[in-house]
């Protein structure tokens, strides 16, 4: 089995998750990313969300909340992303920027339009209350 590994930010409002889809996809997906070499998942986090949204995460509000894997969308079967997550508050305006298309935020209702790793982490955060749209 082939692992993707990814590092990923939960923000919630109005009970809702934020979500980002790429230029190209249909799928909505947690924002975050990859790391570069010698980072630190707190580095690569707040580089990947200035670069997808344009805002700067708060060094010292970062807590990690869990991991989870799910298949990776429009990658061959067997292929899997692990999401590192993580909770932070950030300062600026949230803006689509590289290669994000959209931003939305994303409730109960909206599996149909998350792939099927965010949906995972989705899942746990209904379960534990902080998502209840």
């Known amino acids: 089995m082939k692992l993707i590994d990814k590092l990923a930010w ?6 809702k998750l934020l979500a980002v889809r790429s230029k190209g996809k249909t ?24 670069e997808e949204l344009s ?7 970062l807590k990690y909340v869990d991991t989870f894997t799910g298949p990776a969308d429009g990658k061959e079967e067997g292929v899997s992303v692990q999401l590192t997550c993580y909770f932070a508050d950030y300062t600026g305006e949230l803006v689509a920027d590289s290669e994000i298309e959209e931003l939305a935020y ?4 909206d599996e149909s339009v998350t792939s099927k790793a965010a949906w995972i982490a989705m ?6 209350g902080h998502i209840t749209q």
């Open 27 to 50: 799928l909505f997906y947690l924002p975050g990313g990859k790391r570069e070499a010698g980072e630190t998942d707190e580095q690569a986090l707040i580089r990947e969300i200035k």
């Open 55 to 61: 805002v700067d995460l708060v060094p010292d509000s």
């Open 10 to 15: 939960l923000t919630i409002k109005d009970g």
């Open 106 to 109: 994303l409730g109960a209702a």
């Open 123 to 128: 899942e746990s955060l209904i379960e534990q």
